[in-house]
């Protein structure tokens, strides 16, 4: 018989537990594989149809033919079918997982966004100046601007009212000057595209001494304060020497360009580098206290050459390849606002502490006058013919002084940007003016890149004098009570007295 009836059999005696029939299909069983075996041929190995020890055990019966108790089955089939029923339940049923407390990390935010790790870099917190390291003198000037807002106003000695302004000396250096000298000290400290720092007395203008730091036309200014002269050394280290004799005392690789002058507010030094980063370091020891990166893109083209300013605890700067302006916490270099302006920023930043505005210069002639703490966009005028000054304040006529690509000069309403009057200089104005206060009058003294030096009247923009300096990229410093202005095309400094 074949294996499939020898299984049904073995059901049939599981299922009759010791039945009458159960004996008889035993019975079968054992004779039919007597007569397997008898009649298999010689040298065939036993077949799985024929009945064995374990066929014996499965259908219960003893191995003497007498069949043994099998009631222990019935228990073992009931305990797998009740485990055949839990699994498959486990199986089908929705896992619950077990939930364990997870606490989301709170955003960190500045400006309103997240902050960024790769553009807003805090490592310490910049101490913030005092009232005394924001008065800036006006025998002096040690920072582009004059003073930390940029203000480019300064006034001059009772005594020089009646002084005819005429120049008291010259000194060549034989190389173009592209930039405005700083004045501290009795010393004048001047760059030169030679690669060399220059330092002139302030009386008679000879030379003292003088140190190379390299970077031909690469750096754009000088600031000096605590004993020493900040300036960028080969282009992009920026380094700190003793203001009397230009010993190294320190300095830090911004990895950047520094093409504008550095900005000294107590303890903290500011230092713009390449297109979009701003470093803030210990003015004493060049530690770093934080760097902010813009996030835009182009930062191999239009490196800063803005100073950022700075008023009530925030820094105002507009970075070379950004279109936006931006407001920074000057403790930590977090963002507090930014204003889109959608181009790119040549003149600025200049905060008028009074109103509470900033302005800002666009290359295409826009002059913008933002809230100083929110950003909001308080008035929005355009010069026309573009422009890439900075633009000087007079806080007693609430007017801004500034000049344009085509050789206009402007006065403007500084509250609501209007034009009160203009001129035409004769050629293109790129250097920032600078507004001087006398006892009774005000003057604005203008550069154009022809070569003319202007003293305007500040009230009505008339013409008091104007010499011819050679053509003309920096912008004049006053310090007590004297003009200082480099000369590209006459390749020295002019020392007039106003």
Known sequence: MGWCMRLNRCEIAYQADRSPLAKGIDDGIRRGGRETRAGRPRGCAPTMDEPDEAIR??????????????SYLNG????????????????????????????????????????????????????????????????????????????????IPACCNAVTPAPIWYHSLNTPVLFAPVIDNE??????????????????????????????????????????IYVALAGHSITALDASNGRDHWHFDTGGL???????????????????????????????????HSEDTLAEFWPTRTTPAVSDGLVYVALGASNEFFALNLQTGRKVWEAALRERMTGGPMVDEASGLVYIVTWSGRVV????????????????????????LSIEQNLLY?????????????????????????????????MVKGKGQS????????????????????????????????????????????????????????
């Open 443 to 498: 003057w604005i003294i203008v550069d154009t890149q022809g070569g003319e030096c202007l003293l305007l009247d500040g009230r009505s923009g008339n013409r008091l004098s104007s010499w011819n300096l050679g053509e003309i990229r920096a912008e004049p410093v006053v310090a007590h009570g004297v003009l200082y202005q480099a000369s590209l095309g006459d390749q020295g400094l002019f020392a007039i007295r106003l």
């Open 57 to 70: 055990r499965i259908v219960g019966a003893h191995p003497r033919g007498r069949p043994v108790d099998t």
């Open 258 to 292: 520094v093409r504008a002058a550095p900005l000294v507010v107590g303890r903290d030094l500011l230092v713009m580098s390449g297109a979009n980063s701003l470093w803030c370091l210990d003015a004493l020891t060049g530690a770093k206290y934080w760097v902010f």
């Open 76 to 155: 073992l089939c009931f305990l797998l079918s009740l485990l055949l029923v839990f699994l498959t339940a486990c199986n089908s049923a929705n896992v619950t997982q077990s939930n364990f407390p997870h606490q989301t990390p709170t955003t960190v935010l500045a400006g309103g966004e997240p902050v960024l790790p790769h553009s807003q870099i805090f490592f310490h917190d910049a101490p913030l100046p005092t009232q005394v390291d924001l008065h800036f003198s006006d025998d002096t000037w040690t920072v582009a601007g004059h003073d930390v807002a940029a203000t480019r106003s300064v006034a």
């Open 369 to 392: 006058a933002l809230d100083a703490h929110s950003g909001a966009i308080r008035w929005d005028v355009r010069l026309t013919g573009g422009s890439e000054t900075s633009p000087a």
């Open 187 to 228: 010393r004048v400290y001047l760059l030169a595209s030679d690669g060399y720092l220059h330092v002139l007395n302030e009386l008679g203008g000879s030379e003292e001494w003088r140190v190379p730091v390299g970077g031909e036309l690469t750096s754009n200014g000088l600031a000096v304060a605590h004993g020493l």
């Open 402 to 434: 500034l000049g344009s690509f085509d050789g206009s000069f402007y006065a403007l309403d500084a509250r609501t940007g209007q034009t009160q009057w203009h001129i035409q200089a004769g050629s293109s104005v790129i250097a920032s003016p600078v």
